[in-house]
């Protein structure tokens, strides 16, 4: 548990420490958000329809981009080498890392989507299931991608790669997020949609981390 | 024989042009797949069989000057 | 004694020259052999099966389309299994597997895609349809993508193949996902026409040339996939005594 809680002090202070990092997803998803309205139409009739997707498509986008740098400065530093040579399992401080990842990078995803949503004219009373929905599947997204970072890692064309390999597997998250917002602006029930994405969390949560250890195995070559 | 004539068969009853598109799209791409598994492995060879001549080669140099 | 055959199997095709020899005696038969099924059932279903009292013709696109599916479901189950076997037992011809079975299964992926969407046409009136299973042919056709390109980008063949592999057990677990998530946002697809087990709702007089070109075609993806692992393991042990002789000889 002490070993968890150093690897997440540290991943936290590094990330602190270079706020482009935090503030760049961040605005990236604002700015793609605000591109919709001036390309499809800005009336509100239209807006409602599509901005559930809107708002899921950034979001997963947003989340991929902030990770293509996740594991490269700990493998430039060696602390990689370091982390799975340690005697505590490796899955311990790839939890960390994930976990504080998350917290700086998409958890204010989660803040800001309520704006988002409004300025995308969804009503007030959907604004809650937008948020729910964030939480729950930006966790995943954060994992899932962060196994396509592991195993392009030692690359340098890294990026365009880990789109092509994480994309695919985003699709579920992608279907019951955008579906459980989709289904709170028509007033259908959203709790079982929103249980099926949590399903989706534990999945990820209880073997993502594996695979991404396996991974970063695999990358350095031992 | 579900036809009555060749030129029946080919027009699978007005739908000759997706029946004949959709199998002549899949042999294409099943015949270059096996092609380009048969050409990998002549390559390999032949790259192997250049390799064995270099190496060929310079032992009988290193031979003769060893001499 | 079943159990004791299937390991002494296992441990000598994990033998790179044991799996090269027995390669070289099986392809000179399954390559004819699956060719001359597959053309069979081909030209049965085209020619002499009757047309479907609904559909007309058109359906004969089935003896293509249900094959290709399945085929490149089935290869990305075995790349899931390749891949465990690779990254857990680190066995060498799981990595080569890993690299033989991706880009037919690929391929066939592509003409499920095709097919369908030509079959969709007449029958449906549109070439595209986001129903669940054209849906989940893409996502696969995607992931087949995945692996291809990330094994062509890491440069040691070792590692290439184990995060192949990695990537194909974690690709098999979304198949499977992806295809209840898109069946759970509506279908217009029909049902499942054949059956393993239980009532096939298909006429036998087409359901015979379609186990028949099913057959065919799994057979054809065996002999490309035993193909394109030879080559691959005659350039992993480029540097043994077995491959050196065999190239001095120049025979097949």
């Known amino acids: 548990m002490s070993a968890f809680r150093a690897a997440l002090g540290r991943e936290l202070l590094v990330l602190w420490r270079s706020p482009a990092e935090i503030i760049n997803p961040l605005f990236f998803f604002v700015m793609v958000i605000s591109l919709f309205p001036l390309a499809i139409s800005p009336k509100p009739e239209v807006l409602v329809v599509v901005a559930p997707g809107v708002l899921w498509v950034a979001a997963l986008l947003a989340v991929m981009l902030s990770l293509d740098g996740l594991f490269r400065r700990d493998q430039e530093s060696g602390v990689l080498d370091l982390l799975l040579t340690s005697p505590v399992m490796a899955v311990v401080p790839v939890g960390a890392k994930l976990l504080g990842h998350w917290l700086l990078t998409g958890l204010p995803l989660v803040l800001i989507s309520p704006v988002l949503a409004h300025m995308l004219q969804l009503p007030d009373a959907v604004l809650g299931t937008v948020m729910l929905s964030l939480l729950l599947g930006t966790p995943a997204l954060t994992i899932i991608g962060a196994i396509g970072a592991a195993l392009t890692v030692g690359l340098n064309r890294g990026g365009i790669l880990l789109a092509v390999l994480v994309l695919p597997l985003y699709i579920p998250v992608l279907i ?20 099926v994405l949590g399903a989706l969390l534990a999945l990820t949560i209880s073997l993502g981390p594996l695979a991404v250890a396996a991974g970063l195995k695999i990358s350095s070559g031992n | 024989m579900a036809f009555d004539s060749f030129a029946d068969f ?58 | 004694m079943v159990w004791k055959t299937l390991k002494r199997w296992y441990h000598q095709l994990g033998s ?18 699956a060719l001359l099924t597959l053309v069979t059932g081909l ?121 192949a592999g990695l990537l194909a057990m974690v690709g098999v677990i979304n198949v499977v996902i992806v ?49 394109r692992a030879r080559s691959e393991v005659m350039w992993r042990e480029r540097r043994s005594k077995w491959v050196g002789k065999l190239v001095r000889e120049g025979n097949r």
């Open chain 1, 176 to 195: 019951f997020g955008a579906g459980a917002v989709s289904a709170a602006v028509e007033g259908g029930p959203v709790n079982g949609i929103l249980a």
């Open chain 3, 16 to 33: 790179p020259r044991y799996f090269y020899t027995f390669s070289s005696t099986v392809l000179p038969w399954l390559t004819p052999i």
């Open chain 3, 179 to 227: 295809k209840y998530s898109v069946e759970w946002v509506q279908t217009l697809h029909q049902g499942s026409t054949l059956k393993m087990f239980g009532e096939s709702t298909i006429d036998p007089a087409m359901k015979y040339p379609l186990l028949i070109s099913m057959l065919g075609l799994w057979l054809l993806y065996a002999a490309n996939v035993l193909i």
């Open chain 3, 43 to 163: 030209v049965w279903g085209l020619a002499f099966a009757p047309a479907d009292y609904q559909q007309g013709n058109s359906y004969r696109i089935i003896f293509i389309h249900v094959p290709a599916s399945s085929g490149a479901l089935m290869g990305y189950m075995a790349l899931g299994v390749a891949g465990l076997v690779a990254v857990v037992w680190r066995m060498k011809m799981a990595e080569v597997m890993l690299k033989a079975i991706a880009p037919f299964g690929a391929a066939l992926a592509a003409i499920s895609l095709v097919t369908g969407a030509l079959w969709g046409k007449p029958t449906w009136g549109t070439y595209w349809q986001w129903d669940a299973r054209m849906t989940s042919m893409l996502i696969l056709l995607f992931m087949y993508v995945g692996v291809i390109a990330l094994q062509n980008v890491i440069r040691d063949p070792r590692q290439a193949a184990r995060a």
């Open chain 2, 10 to 67: 080919l027009a699978m009853g007005r739908h000759g042009f997706y029946v004949w598109s959709a199998y002549g799209i899949s042999a294409l791409l099943i015949i270059a797949s096996m092609v380009l598994a048969v050409r990998g492995q002549g390559r390999v060879r032949q790259t192997l069989a250049r390799q064995q001549r270099r190496e060929q080669q310079f032992s009988e140099v290193d031979d003769e000057s060893g001499t």
